[in-house]
Structures are given as structure tokens and as C-alpha cells.
């Protein structure tokens, strides 16, 4: 079911992503799946911002899998979440992003893209101690991107996260961060469990020839 924006201008849907085992959670979504009612990039910017999602997507053509990202603030070659929720939602084996061409696959519960690690925008991967120094951080000032992570079971993969964009654009905190999640796992170069947020779910693993590939799953909230 689409929501309704703008008096019928411009449907779209509302998707969360990266959800936990029992549904809840996961990073909100929008999803404009009709790219050509707005088709200049300041309009789409328009809209993403009033919207205040995390990232806003334009489907520009659902068989081929064409697709256009913004935050509240700015436009991006490349975003995890939302390429997860979308391969989900338009049910492809690939999204065309202007970073490249992203995998995509429905494994059981699971949407799974496989994307490449310079294709994410920069984030500062800052390891803590324990899981509990994560959970007790404050809101940074805004400036940079910072991905807060710790082991909770190192021999096991399982990761604590917290990601800070400091855009100063209203998200002072994503829930869940398919980029940031790459990063980590091309920088750890091996499979990952990540808990981010308040209870959101990311699995990573490496693949051959430098591509990573990142799961979650999706739930359609409205």
C-alpha cells in the first residue's frame, strides 16, 4: 500500500529495513517506485527532504532496476539500506546505482545486495572496548560520519554499532547503515553479525574479488 504525498502528486512507499528476527526495528524507507512525476534532481531533493527519511529513493525504471538516492540534504551514488529495501520491494536481480551495478537476491527471509566497498561514502569506523561504551555514546556535533562499532563476540562475528551521520540534517542517528556495515566488513575481511541501533539486524560477509555482500530484512510499513 503506497502513502500519499503532496494532494495524489507524488505516491510513495514506506519500507523498513535491516529489521530484527521479530520484525521491529529497522531504518525506515521511502520509495517513490513512478521516478517521472518528479524528474528534475531538485524536486526529488525537495521531496526528500520534506519527507525526513534517512534516504529517500527514485525508481527511474522498476524492470532494469534504475534507481536514484537522496538524503534529507544531498544525493548519493550509493546507499546500503536503501538498495536493500528496493531490491526487495521491485523484486530484481540487479539495482543500476551511478556508483555501478548492484547484485541482488531474496534468500528465504532475507534481501541480500552485493556492492563494493569504494562505492560507499566515507565514514569513520571508530572500534570502542565493549558494547556497552556503543550503547552509552551521546549524539556527536555534527561533521563527520561516525560508524561507533565493538565486538560482542569476536570469535563469533557478532558486532554492536551505533552510526552518527552529522549532516545536521534532523537524522542524528541512523538505525541501520548498509554502507557503513561494508566498510567494516571489507575492512575486518570476514562474515559479520551486526546489532545497530535500537535492535536493527545486518549481515555482512566478503566476497571474491573485493565485492561485499550485505542482508537484512525487509518489512513493508505503509
Not at 528534475?40 to 527519511?53: D, I, P, T, W
Not at 566497498?117 to 555534527?142: C, F, I, K, M
Amino acid at each position: 500500500m503506497s502513502r500519499c504525498f503532496n494532494s495524489g502528486v507524488t505516491d510513495y512507499d514506506v519500507l523498513r529495513v535491516f529489521c530484527a528476527p521479530n520484525g521491529g526495528y529497522g531504518n525506515e524507507l521511502g520509495v517513490v517506485r513512478d521516478g517521472s512525476v518528479l524528474s528534475e534532481r531538485s524536486e526529488r531533493q525537495e521531496l526528500a527532504a520534506k519527507l525526513g527519511f534517512s534516504e529517500t529513493v527514485f525508481v527511474d525504471d522498476p524492470e532494469r532496476g534504475v534507481i536514484d538516492i537522496y538524503t534529507p540534504t544531498l544525493r548519493l551514488p550509493f546507499a546500503g539500506h536503501p538498495c536493500v529495501g528496493t531490491a526487495w520491494l521491485l523484486d530484481v536481480p540487479e539495482l543500476v546505482t551511478p556508483a555501478g551495478v548492484v547484485g541482488a537476491r531474496l534468500d528465504g527471509e532475507f534481501s541480500w545486495i552485493e556492492a563494493r566497498a569504494e562505492w560507499a561514502p566515507p565514514r569513520t569506523l571508530r572500534q570502542y572496548s565493549t558494547a556497552a561504551e556503543v550503547d552509552a555514546l551521546d549524539v556527536p556535533p555534527p561533521g563527520e560520519w561516525v560508524y561507533a562499532w565493538a565486538w560482542e563476540d569476536e570469535a563469533a562475528g557478532r558486532i554492536r554499532a551505533r552510526g552518527f551521520p552529522g549532516r545536521g540534517d534532523g537524522i542524528e542517528e541512523d538505525e541501520a547503515t548498509g554502507a557503513a556495515a561494508l566498510l567494516l566488513t571489507d575492512r575486518l575481511g570476514r562474515a559479520l553479525n551486526i546489532t545497530q541501533g535500537k535492535g536493527s539486524q545486518i549481515l555482512a560477509a566478503p566476497q571474491p574479488h573485493g565485492w561485499v555482500e550485505i542482508g537484512g530484512r525487509v518489512f513493508l510499513e505503509r
